[in-house]
Every structure is written in structure tokens, then in C-alpha cells.
């Protein structure tokens, strides 16, 4: 596909898991993965279910880092991937500096704009981030400390179910 009908994407939260982004936005095609120095990932982005949904937070130490999954989009689906990230509702777009194997690359990323500390993520979120850390082969501490992360019971047990559907299937 030639590059000028796509941008770049930097998804560190639950969007790394690529079945769950393919299934939102079917142009994704994973790039790179790599870090944003200078940044923490939190879980404290307050949803409108009430759990909490990953953030990165700036921190401006450039011992933090929040690493992710660079995916090319096609320019026709950035509108549906503001709708997926809540831009305007939580979440802002922001043009980040990544950090790969072979060099920087600018994308977009989303931060967010509704924060409330001490939220914990459904189990299902977490898992979301963790199929896509795993994938993406992140590194062992990232991951470990993805999974010492506490979470919830979602209440709603049929979104529960919807959402951990995409890693049932065969």
C-alpha cells in the first residue's frame, strides 16, 4: 500500500492485541514496536464503566518507558479510531516521538484527559494489554509488571464474555 494513504499509530494499551485492532480498524498492519522515553503507563484513565484504561502518563525521566506496537493505518479509518480511543471523551490524539530498533518514528498516540487515581482495570482490559505485550514480545519486566497490575470483576459479565470472545475463537 503506498504510504501516503496511511499514518502511523503507537498503541501501548489495549490495542496492542492485534485481533482486537484488526477487528476495529481492518487496515491495521503492525509495523515496529517500541518506547516513548519519558513516559510511565498507568491504568488510571477513568472509563464511563467506572474501570480504569491505560494511560502514558509524562514523566519526563527518560528512565520511564511506555512501549507498544506501531501499526500503519489507512487514512480513511482515522475518524473510526478516534471513536475506539475516545478522543474528545478521555482521550486527546498527540503526535509522539517512538523509539525502534531502527530508528525513531513520529506517531499518533492518545493520552488521556480524564485521570482518577486508584482505578483498576477489568480483568478483561488487562488481558487485551497483556495478548498484545506478549505478541509484541515486549520485554520480560514490562510484561511482569502488566500482570502485577491489580484488576476487577467487570459487573457486566456479558461484556466480559464479548470482549474475551476475539481469543476464544479458533
Request: charged share 25%.
Amino acid at each position: 500500500m503506498d504510504s501516503s494513504n496511511e499514518f502511523s499509530y503507537f498503541a501501548y494499551g489495549s490495542n496492542m492485541s492485534t485481533k482486537r485492532l484488526v477487528a476495529r480498524l481492518p487496515s491495521a498492519r503492525s509495523f515496529a514496536v517500541g518506547f516513548l522515553a519519558g513516559y510511565k503507563l498507568t491504568f488510571d484513565k477513568a472509563s464511563k464503566d467506572g474501570s480504569g484504561k491505560c494511560d502514558c502518563e509524562y514523566t519526563g525521566n527518560d528512565g520511564d518507558r511506555v512501549y507498544g506496537v506501531i501499526f500503519k493505518v489507512t487514512h480513511k479509518e482515522r475518524a473510526a479510531l478516534d471513536r475506539f480511543e475516545g478522543a474528545g471523551k478521555g482521550y486527546e490524539p498527540l503526535s509522539v516521538r517512538v523509539e525502534t530498533a531502527t530508528g525513531a518514528v513520529y506517531a499518533l498516540t492518545y493520552v488521556a484527559t480524564k485521570k482518577q487515581r486508584g482505578l483498576q482495570p477489568y480483568h478483561w482490559y488487562k488481558q487485551h494489554v497483556l495478548v498484545g505485550a506478549r505478541e509484541a514480545n515486549l520485554p520480560e519486566d514490562y510484561v511482569r509488571a502488566i500482570e502485577a497490575v491489580a484488576s476487577i470483576d467487570d459487573p457486566d459479565s456479558t461484556r466480559t464474555e464479548h470482549e474475551l470472545r476475539p481469543y476464544s475463537a479458533a
